[in-house]
T-cell receptor, first 115, second 116 residues
């Protein structure tokens, strides 16, 4: 069965400092993994995805994530936080090999950026 | 990519009434989905909207409460029936195409529903 654990419900960083949002997954096979961002009153936007290609995935807005199978992790990072990065971030897992239609969402991490 | 719009964007409804949410995709898509996001919670899949046939509901969701239509490859509706305050949530429409990027999924802006 697939599941996602986002280890921090809330992360607060100062503008210009690095961002680390942690995600661990559980999946029977090699999963597809995603990070989505949700700004207030806006729809979910795909930041990046891992689908069994390169383990270091670069996304939009300077974000990247590294798939580490040995650690079952897919942490999201950004070298320097910007005020516009303040939002809710969701780590998501899907398991193509089981033919599952469902995306399994983590509980989300709210990122606050302090000026 | 696909751009998804939803109507209404928000509504305040009285208990016992029903609300139909519309979802329009700017291109034909293979699969459409409806999710619920309760206050402060993550997203939960309600059902997969199947074109020309009955929707496939997830555990805990039933057709009588959440009837869904999908008359074509670009449009779907979700009705929240006989509403109670517990139905207050954001309802999101989502879509994806099967293929090389079959698990890249797009989301609408959501419909914020408050039931009084």
């Amino acid at each position: 069965a697939q599941s996602v654990t986002q280890l921090d419900s809330h992360v607060s960083v100062s503008e210009g400092t690095p961002v680390l949002l942690r995600c661990n997954y559980s999946s029977s096979y090699s999963p597809s993994l995603f990070w989505y961002v949700q700004h207030p009153n806006k729809g979910l936007q795909l930041l990046l995805k891992y689908t069994s290609a390169a383990t270091l995935v670069k996304g939009i807005n300077g974000f990247e994530a590294e798939f580490k199978k040995s650690e079952t992790s897919f942490h999201l990072t950004k070298p320097s936080a910007h005020m516009s990065d303040a939002a809710e971030y969701f780590c998501v897992v899907s398991d193509p090999q089981t033919g599952a239609n469902n995306l399994f969402f983590g509980t989300g991490t709210r990122l606050t950026v302090i000026p | 990519s696909a751009v998804i719009s939803q109507k209404p964007s928000r509504d305040i409804c009285q208990r016992g009434t029903s609300l139909t949410i519309q979802c329009q995709v700017d291109s034909q898509v293979t699969m459409m989905f409806w999710y619920r996001q309760q206050p402060g919670q993550s997203l939960t899949l309600i059902a997969t909207a199947n074109q020309g046939s009955e929707a496939t509901y997830e555990s805990g969701f039933v057709i009588d409460k959440f009837p869904i239509s999908r008359p074509n490859l670009t449009f779907s509706t979700l009705t929240v029936s006989n509403m109670s305050p517990e139905d207050s949530s954001i309802y999101l429409c989502s879509a994806r195409n099967q293929g090389v990027s079959s698990y890249e999924q797009y989301f609408g802006p959501g419909t914020r529903l408050t039931v009084t």
